[in-house]
Structure formats: structure tokens, C-alpha cells
């Protein structure tokens, strides 16, 4: 199997500091660095973020290398944004999730969510005429902002002259990271 190269890529995650679905964090950060990226994990403060697994059971605790306030959203080539549902209703409500969104569609630049974090795209407007999948709950949320969800592991939607990819469940995390390694080696 080819391995692929993101030495040259710079990725964010941005969470908040409690409820992050672990492996929708903790999975993606550590392919990407074994390929090569720098991740950096953007939190709504610099204390720790508590994971968890399945929404209730405590995980690892990974440590934010900067502030969501503190970040240069044009410093990056891709954002992430994890789900799990208390984290992604929080990530929601934070003014910077909505700049740092904006700014990655306003340059064209990928985002890629999974689970509950498309709820991100929601609060911002930012599904409207596009396809995307997200966990099952998500569903009328998406539909009433003007996106159209369907349900498959993965969906990656260009419209609007961005990259939305999205996913989910941890499930489907193959799928996505797949799709991910494939929107940061285009040219």
C-alpha cells in the first residue's frame, strides 16, 4: 500500500475542551501526523480536552496547542472539526467556529467533519446547497438549513468552490481519512 505524504500540509482541529468523540479526534490527528502533516488542535482554552467514548464513557486527554481565539485560520490548508455531541453543540455556539469556518470556505480550502461536527457548517450557514452526511440526528438540521443529506460513509461535495467532506460515525473513519489524504495530495 502507497504511503501518503503530507509533510507539507498544515491541518487544524478545533474542539472544545469536553465531549469530543475520542477516536473522531485522537484517529485523525495521529494518521495525519504518522503522514507526515502538522496538526494543530485549537480548543475553546488551553486546559485539556477531555474525549470521550461514545458519548458518555471518559477517554484520553489531549492537550490544545492554542486557543480557538488564537487562530490564524489562513495558517492552514485543511480544518477538521471532530464531533461528539456535547462537544459539537458547544463548538457551535463559539463566535470563532464561525470565523474560522468562513474563512476556510471563503479561500476555497477543504473542511472536513464528521459525526456532530457538521453542526459547525449549520450554525454558520455554510451546508446550504450542499450534500453532506453527518450521524443520523443531524439530518433536519442539515435539511433546514438548505443542505441535502444522505447516508453513506463518506461524501465529499465541492459546490461553492469548496471541499466539504464529511462522515458519520468513528465507523466510517477509513472512509473519511481516505477522502481526506486525497483532498490535501491534489495539486
Not at 40 to 66: F, K, W
Not at 112 to 128: F, K, N, S, T
Not at 146 to 151: E, I, Q, R, S, Y
Amino acid at each position: 500500500m502507497a504511503t501518503t505524504d503530507l509533510g507539507e500540509r498544515r491541518i487544524l482541529a478545533i474542539v472544545t475542551n469536553y465531549g469530543v468523540e475520542q477516536d473522531e479526534l485522537v484517529v485523525p490527528l495521529n494518521h495525519l501526523r504518522d503522514h507526515g502533516a502538522q496538526v494543530s488542535v485549537a480548543a475553546v482554552s488551553d486546559d485539556g480536552i477531555r474525549t470521550l467514548v461514545g458519548d458518555r464513557d471518559p477517554g484520553e486527554t489531549v492537550r490544545p496547542d492554542l486557543t480557538l481565539a488564537d487562530v490564524d485560520p489562513a495558517a492552514y490548508d485543511l480544518l477538521l472539526v471532530p464531533g461528539g455531541t456535547l462537544n459539537a453543540d458547544t463548538l457551535r455556539l463559539q463566535d470563532a467556529t464561525t470565523r474560522i469556518v468562513s474563512s476556510f470556505a471563503a479561500s476555497g480550502r477543504p473542511v472536513a467533519a464528521i459525526c456532530h461536527g457538521p453542526w459547525a457548517l449549520v450554525e454558520g450557514g455554510y451546508v446550504r446547497g450542499k450534500t453532506l452526511t453527518s450521524y443520523a440526528s443531524l439530518k433536519t438540521d442539515i435539511t433546514n438549513a438548505g443542505g441535502t443529506w444522505v447516508d453513506k460513509p463518506v461524501v465529499r461535495d465541492d459546490e461553492g468552490g469548496w471541499p466539504l467532506i464529511t462522515s458519520r460515525t468513528p465507523d466510517d473513519l477509513t472512509d473519511f481519512l481516505g477522502e481526506i489524504d486525497a483532498v490535501l495530495t491534489e495539486s
